[in-house]
Nanobody
Framework: QLQLVESGGGLVQAGGSLRVSCVAS????????MGWFRQAPGKEREFVAG????????NYADSVKGRFTISRDNAKNTVYLQMNNLKPDDTAVYYC?????????????????WGQGTQVTVSS
């Protein structure tokens, strides 16, 4: 079972950029798709982005398309989320998640391991 640890969250002004990272400890990281979700206060957790095990296939929520980029480095057991042109509505706790498969869907039922989350706050 992979253990996931996020880092890189923080406070940024609207229009700014931030990159969050997730390091996985354990075996077979390259066998599994990975994803990023977020949860804002008073809202349900929502899918942000996903990446297949090879890194070739990615998918994004409509709200972040063109602004966020997910990537992975299988040699470092790490998945990244580069966030550009941040908006106050992007404020949330961001969670890294591991899929149970080499593929993923945009629902959290596909994912079976979760990190503790990292706070991203965007000021207006």
């Amino acid at each position: 079972q992979l253990q996931l640890v996020e880092s890189g969250g923080g406070l940024v002004q609207a229009g700014g950029s931030l990159r969050v990272s997730c390091v996985a400890s354990g075996r077979d990281f390259s066998s599994y798709a990975m994803g990023w979700f977020r949860q804002a206060p008073g809202k349900e957790r929502e899918f942000v982005a996903g990446i297949a095990n090879s890194g070739v296939n990615t998918n994004y929520a409509d709200s972040v398309k063109g602004r966020f980029t997910i990537s992975r480095d299988n040699a470092k057991n790490t998945v990244y989320l580069q966030m550009n042109n941040l908006k106050p509505d992007d404020t949330a706790v961001y969670y890294c998640a591991k899929s149970g498969w080499s593929w993923f869907t945009n629902t959290d039922s596909t994912f079976d391991s979760w990190g503790q989350g990292t706070q991203v706050t965007v000021s207006s």
